[in-house]
């Protein structure tokens, strides 16, 4: 991955994510380099295509989220209806609480986002000469 692929994902992340704290930004651009290696290697590849940025960037906002604490309710409040009632009529909605990914290393990203990841990935064939 190149200087501007990896500027080009930490500064949409930091748009994603705006509560990272400032002191962490070294962490996380540690932990995107470490993040990427292990993409490529997972996926075969050499390169990172345009469209795996987004699925990277992505997998950093989780990592984040998690790492920092982070929830939806920090980033926006959401007041919505959960329950009406009208004289002897009560509807309640069934509002869940947003589930949480458990993510404490970027061996736990690759296996939540695997599926996406497996679009990605080249299969590689054992040469006519190499022994297997």
Not at 3 to 26: C, G
Not at 52 to 72: H, Q, R, V, W
Not at 101 to 113: E, M, N, R
């Amino acid at each position: 991955m190149d200087e501007l692929q990896r500027t080009r994902i930490l500064d949409k992340l930091y748009i994603l994510v705006p509560t990272i704290p400032q002191e962490s930004k070294a962490v996380i651009g540690l932990t995107l380099d470490i993040l990427v290696q292990k993409i490529l290697n997972y996926c075969c590849r050499k390169d990172i295509p345009p469209a795996l940025e987004l699925i990277i960037i992505d997998m950093m906002s989780t990592y984040a989220n998690a790492k920092y604490n982070i929830t939806s309710q920090d980033v926006k409040s959401d007041n919505g209806i959960k329950a009406i009632t009208r004289g002897k009529t009560k509807i309640e909605y069934n509002v869940a609480q947003p589930t949480r990914i458990a993510v404490t290393s970027t061996d736990d990203l690759i296996k939540v986002f695997k599926s996406q990841l497996n679009r990605f990935k080249k299969l590689i064939s054992p040469s006519v000469n190499e022994v297997i």
